[in-house]
């Protein structure tokens, strides 16, 4: 089986996009499948029809900016050609057959907690990528924590929009207001790192600081960062298994893999232990809201449950029975016999969850009250 892989052209070159070749380059290998490097700069020389011959017309599409994996995406499925995704998730407008993705928001949420276990509530997030799929989970994840845990209203999120050193300037007339920082990978939080030593901040007593990535280079700086990891060769090895399985199957779902993040901690943030998931937490992340319990969604519930279940007959027999028409009347109408009916509007009592006709009654009267129509 030839697998190809398609890679946005300023993706390529990253940390990030080598270590999902390799991860794709080893479980092909494994499987003894052939991955096929396709060159996006010279996407309009590729020979489609021959590099697929007659396999089905599915690629491996890797990138992470919503600007040009979109696009792509637009070309390819002009062509009859369908993508797994690989480290971005598919836009409403541009659905893929398969996606294979790092839980950032899992990873964030880690993260967050982390911080609120330390006694850190004052986060901002540093150097997140508005073009970048990754970044944007992670800020709208950042955001959702911010209302359940609010600390100051001012601004707590500092894009990078091309320059880490435009980051820090819009970011360090507020350094004090915030007793720790998340950086958006490990090569903006080595920049940080280097700014804030040379302004006097310091790290971990002034300020925690942590990242995504665990790569050599949040080791290698002092102190070393704290950072969850994101393990691009398993990206890379769960690529190839969902691209063999949906390689077989008819175009009918689609599928999604997210690779679970890990955190790995140390001195700048004091080597604290991360405390088990689940653990501690006092405070929901979300207000909690008893849907299932208020009257009148538990009533149009049971009302959903019944139209669901019902038959032609049991259908005229209840909006019979809701505009009052008399059962001697109903029998003529729907030719059934009194037994018969009166068989009919018990299963219409159990269906409505009443127990009762009182409950059967009262139910009735309820559903008098919506703009119901026999159709």
């Known amino acids: 089986m030839r697998i190809p892989v398609l890679v946005e052209p300023d993706y390529r070159n990253s940390l990030w996009a080598r270590q999902t070749l390799e991860g794709i380059a080893r479980e092909a290998a494994r499987k003894k499948y052939e991955p096929v490097l396709l060159d996006a700069a010279q996407e309009e020389q590729i020979d489609w029809d021959g590099l697929f011959d007659r396999e089905r017309r599915l690629v491996m599409l890797m990138g992470t900016s919503m600007s040009w994996v979109p696009a792509a995406q637009a070309r390819l499925g002009a062509l009859g050609i369908s993508c797994v995704l690989i480290s971005v998730n598919p836009s409403q407008g541009a659905p893929a057959e398969g996606t294979v993705s790092m839980n950032h928001a899992e990873a964030t949420r880690t993260l967050l907690k982390y911080l609120q276990d330390c006694g850190r509530g004052k986060t901002a997030f540093f150097a997140l990528n508005p073009n970048s799929a990754a970044d944007l989970t992670k800020q709208e994840t950042f955001a959702t924590w911010s209302r359940c845990f609010p600390a100051a209203s001012e601004p707590n999120v500092f894009w990078n929009r091309g320059s880490l050193t435009e980051c820090y300037t819009d970011f360090a007339p507020h350094i004090r207001r915030f007793d720790s920082v998340i950086c958006a990978n490990d090569i903006a939080a080595a920049a940080l790192l280097k700014q804030l030593k040379k302004d006097g901040v310091a790290v971990p007593e002034d300020l925690y600081l942590l990242s995504y990535g665990d790569s050599s280079l949040a080791r290698a700086v ?152 026999d159709e």
């Not at 704290?226 to 077989?248: I, K, M």
């Not at 028409?325 to 159990?350: G, I, T, Y």
Request: glycine share 4%.
């Open 222 to 373: 002092h102190p070393a960062i704290t950072s969850a990891s994101l393990n691009h060769d398993e990206l890379g090895r769960r690529a190839v298994s969902l691209y063999a399985f949906l390689a077989r199957q008819e175009p009918t779902a689609s599928v999604a893999v997210q690779v679970h993040c890990r955190v790995a901690v140390r001195e700048s943030t004091e080597n604290r232990p991360l405390r088990p998931a689940g653990e501690g937490l006092s405070t929901p992340l979300r207000e909690a809201v008893d849907f299932y319990g208020d009257s009148e969604t538990l009533r149009l519930m049971a009302l959903e449950t019944l139209l669901d279940r019902c038959d032609s007959t049991d259908r005229q027999l209840f909006f019979g029975l809701l505009q009052g028409e008399k059962p001697e009347v109903l029998q003529q109408k729907l030719f059934l016999s009194s037994s018969a009916l009166r068989h009919r509007e018990k299963n219409l009592m159990l269906w409505a969850g009443c127990a009762a006709r009182e409950e059967w009654q009262a139910f009735r009267a309820f559903c008098r009250t919506l703009p119901l129509t």
